[in-house]
């Protein structure tokens, strides 16, 4: 059974730091494409980043420059460093795994539950 689990949530001030973690429970982990997605409350589910199998990395132009995108594929743990939060970041962050290199919430077949973020402005 494949779980993705978030983690590293929490309440930040504007201006501050936060690495959220993915961990996987998936066999071949390194054969999937990691994503990062975030959701507020009235909104669509909103595409960060992605990190292919080589670690070639994509990012929304809302998040590039600030959030950063990595994996570690002996820990089947993908990561989602977060520098100089907005409050326009508050969301519920999720992870997902795919074989497509894709931005779209609909090419991912596996989701992680959610790890929430508030920024404080």
């Known amino acids: 059974q494949v779980q993705l689990v978030e983690s590293g949530g929490g309440l930040v001030q504007a201006g501050g730091s936060l690495r959220l973690s993915c961990e996987a429970s998936?066999?071949?982990?390194?054969?999937?494409?990691m994503g990062w997605f975030r959701q507020a409350p009235g909104k669509e589910r909103e595409f960060l980043a992605f990190?292919?199998?080589?670690?070639?990395?994509n990012y929304a132009d809302s998040v590039k420059g600030r959030f950063t995108i990595s994996r570690d594929n002996a820990k089947n743990t993908a990561y989602l460093q977060m520098n100089s939060l907005k409050a326009e970041d508050t969301a519920v962050y999720y992870c997902?795994?795919?074989?497509?290199?894709?931005?779209?919430?609909?090419?991912?077949?596996?989701w992680g539950q959610g790890t929430q973020v508030t920024v404080s402005s």
């Open positions: 997902a795994a795919t074989r497509l290199v894709a931005t779209n919430p609909a090419a991912y077949i596996h």
């Open positions: 990190i292919t199998q080589s670690s070639t990395t």
């Open positions: 998936i066999r071949r982990f390194n054969s999937y494409i």
